[in-house]
C-alpha cells in the first residue's frame, strides 16, 4: 500500500518513538492489553502494519467486491439499517399489543420470540412444557395464535423475522397460512426465519430430531422459498449464539461461516441453483464489547463470504456474494449488578455494529439480565439505535474506519484466524463430524472459562462486577413478570382449538406429511396443509419424531 | 483427609443455555470436586435419582428460562420423599430477588445469579457440605 522508503522510514521513527515512549512511561494500566477474544493489541499501529494490503483486493469499494467496506454503494445514505427489536411474550395477545406498541414508536420490522415450549416443538399442555409457557417468548401451538399475534398487522406491509430452528418450517407455514386469510399472497412476504439448525447444535441446543432430517428440511423449505416466497430470507446462518456460549469473536465468525458453506453445500447437493437461493441467505452476529474486534470481525466477514461464494462455489450473480446481516448486541456482555449500565454497554456494541455496517439491528434492553424487557426499557433500546442513526453523524460516510491501521490489521488478523479455523474444520473432517465429536462445542467452552477466570483474576474489568462495586445496591428498574395465568390460558386455548377444528382433515393432512417424509416430497408444502386445518405445531412435529428420529447430544467434557 | 466432594450439576427444563452450567463444572473441576452433569432437559425425577444413585453431596441446578419457580420445589419435594434431604440443593440463573427469597424459605440453600465468581461458588459449596457432615456426626 505505501512505498518502500517511506515505509523505511517509519519503521525508524516508531523505533525512536517506543525509546521514548518507553523513557515516559510511568506504568501501565492494566497487566495485558488484550481484546474481549483474548488477543494482544499493540501499544500503536502505523503504515507497517497494513504494508501488505492491497486496496483493490482486500478493501476496495463499497456494493463492489469484496465487499470489505459494505454490500451496498450507498450504505445507510439511501438506507438506514432495518431497526428490529426482537419480542414476544406470554400470551399471543399481549404480543400483538407489544407488537403495535414498537410499530406506533417507529421501528420498522417485527421480530418474534418464541417460548420454549415452542422453539422444542412442544404444545403448551404437554408435559414438558410444565412452568415454560409464555416465559422466553410467545407461545405458539396452532394458527389461531399466529392469527392473533399478526391481528391488525398487513403482512404484506412489514417484514418479520422469527427466531425459530427446529420447527421453523411449521411457524413458516403458519406465517403464509396468515396471510391467506388477508388475502396477501406469498411472493409479497417480507421476512427472515433463523432456521439455522447447526448452531444449535453448536451452541443454543434447542433441536428436535437429528442433523441430516433437519438439513433436509431446511433444503425444502429453501426450494420452496426460491419458488413461492421469493423476498424470504430462509436462513439466518446464526454466530450470535454461539458468541453468547463463550466463543471468541474468531470462533463465532469461523463457526458461523462454516455452517453457512454447509448449508450451501447441501442445497447444491440436492440439486438447487446457488445462484437461486444463495440471494436468500443472510447471517445474524454477535455485536461484542470490543469496539475495534467487532468491527473488524464484520468486515472480515463480508471479504471471506464472497470470495468462497465466488471462487469456491461458483456463484455468478453478484447478490449471492453478498454478505448481509442482522446484529443484536451482546446479552452476555450485560450485568445484572447497576442494569442502567447496560444502556451504554449496549449504545457502544450497536455503534460497532454500524461502523461495520449492518443491515438491520436489535439492541438489547438493560433488564435483560433480569427479566423480559419492559415497556420502557425496549423503548430506551431503540431510542439508541434512533440516537445513532440521526445525532451521532456515523451515518453520513460509508465505512469510515477504513484505512485505520488498527482496523484494517485487525481485519486481516480475523480473516486469517477464521480461514485457519475453516482448514482445520475441513481437516476434521467437515461440520457435522465437528458437532459429532463436540468440538465445536469444546472450543467454546474452553474460551468461556478462560474468560471467567480473567475477570476473576481482574485481568478484565466489568464495571460493577469486580470493580466499581455498589454494597447494597437498590434495584430501581421495572421488572416484567409473566403471569402464571399465561400458562393455563394457553393450554386451555390449545385445548379448545383442538375441539372446534375438523379432526378428520387434521389426521389426513398429517397421515399425507409422514408419508411425504418418509418419501421425497416437499416437506413444507405438506406441513403448509397441516397449518391450514389447525393442526397443532406438538402434532405436527409429533408425526415427524418416529420419521426422523430425536437429537441425543453426544456427551462431552 | 476428607473424601473428594461430589457435586451433580444439572440443567432442567427446556433452555439450552449451558455456558453457566459448563464453566461451574470446569471450575468446580479443577478445585479438586468430583463432578458429575447430567446434560440438557432433564426432569427433576431424573435429576434427584441420578443424585441418589450417584451419592452426592450436593445438587447444583441451573435454570435461565424463568422456569425456576416451578423446577426447584419439584426437585426438593422428591429430595425430601425420598429421604435425600441430606444432598444441598443450591443453583443459579436469572432469578429476580424476590423469587430467590422465596425459594430460600423452600428449602434451596443459596442461589447465585449473573456476576457471582466462581469462587464464591466452590466456598459456598465447601461450606454448605462440611456444615451438613457436622450435623450428621451429630446424628
Redesign the interface.
Known sequence: MFEKRFLDNVTDRKKRWNRDAQAVSTGKTRPRFITVSGEEIKDLYTPNDIAGLNYDEKIGFPGEYPYTRGVHHTMYRSRLWTMRQFSGMGTPKQTNERYHYLLNNGQTGLSVAFD??T??G?DSDHA?????VG??GVAVDSLADMEIIFDGINLGNVSTSMTINAPASILLAMYMAVAEKQGVPFEKLRGTLQNDILK?YIA???WIYPPEPSIRLITDLMEFCTNHVPQWNTISISGYHIR???STAAQELAFTLADGFAYIEAAIRAGQDVDKFAPRLSFFFNAHQDFFEEIAKYRAARRIFARRMKEKFKAKQERSWLLRFHTQTAG?S????QPENNIMRTAFEALSAVLGGTQSLHTNSMDE????PSEKAVLIALRTQQIIAHETGVANTIDPLAGSYLVEAMTEKMEADAEAYLQEIEDRGGVLKCIEDGFFQREI?NA??RY??E??KKERI?V???DYVMRDEK?EIP?L??DEQVEKDQCAFVKKVREDRDNDKVRRTLDDLVACAKGNGNTLKAILDCVRVYATEGEICDALRPVFGEYV?P?I? | MAEKIRVLLAKPGLDGHDRGVRVIAAAFRDAGFEVIYTGLRQTPEMIVSAAIQEDVDAIGVSILSGAHMTLFPAIRKLLDERQADDIVLFGGGIIPDEDIAALEKRGVARLFTPGATTEETIAFVREAVSKRGKKEDIM
Not at chain 1, 128 to 132: K, N, P, T
Not at chain 1, 369 to 372: D, K
Open positions: 420454549l415450549p422453539l422444542m412442544y414438558r412444557s410444565l412452568g415454560e416465559k422466553c444449535e443454543q441446543k434447542e453468547e456460549a463463550g452476555c450485560l450485568t445484572a449488578q439480565t433480569l427479566a423480559l467452552a468461556a472459562y471467567q477466570k475477570i476473576e466489568i460493577g462486577i469486580n434495584l421488572i413478570k409473566i447430544e456427551p467434557i
